[in-house]
């Protein structure tokens, strides 16, 4: 199972110099995509529970866009491995003379990988994908 969601980043999330955007904004990104595998998978939104790995590839910036996909890897009683890809799929702020220019990147950018488990209580799984 699998879900795509796409975000632009906004000055908001620029947190460093250059308008940088902090790897913490990818992680929560990856959040909200486990969230909703679970919802679709359990009819619950569990808890996140630990990240086993997260490798930040490149940089990320204001205007920016990003493309989260999650998937379910593995499937236990109560826990749920998935991984995550963040890609950038619009490079913005490419022209400094230009702020509103910007460019599709193809192909998209690899810019941060994680891998996960998250716990869905055997009292809260309303139901499991496929039964």
């Known amino acids: 199972m699998r879900v795509l969601l796409r975000q632009r980043m906004s000055q908001h999330d620029a947190h460093y110099g250059g308008q940088l955007v902090d790897g913490a904004r990818m992680l929560g990104l990856f ?3 486990a969230t909703e595998l679970l919802i679709r998978h359990d009819g ?3 808890l996140f ?3 086993e790995e997260v490798l930040f590839k490149a940089p990320v910036f204001a205007g920016d866009y990003i493309e ?3 998937e379910i890897t593995r499937v236990g009683n109560t826990s ?3 991984e995550f ?3 950038k799929v619009i490079r913005a702020n490419i022209d400094p003379g230009v702020p509103s220019a910007a460019e599709i990147v193809n192909p998209p950018e690899l810019v941060c990988y994680a ?3 998250c716990v869905v209580p055997k ?3 309303r139901f499991r994908k496929g039964e």
């Open 31 to 33: 959040g909200d995509a």
């Open 44 to 46: 619950d939104e569990g």
């Open 49 to 51: 529970v630990a990240y």
């Open 68 to 70: 989260v996909v999650a």
């Open 80 to 82: 749920r491995t998935m």
């Open 85 to 87: 890809h963040a890609y």
């Open 115 to 117: 891998k996960g488990t």
């Open 123 to 125: 009292d809260k799984q």
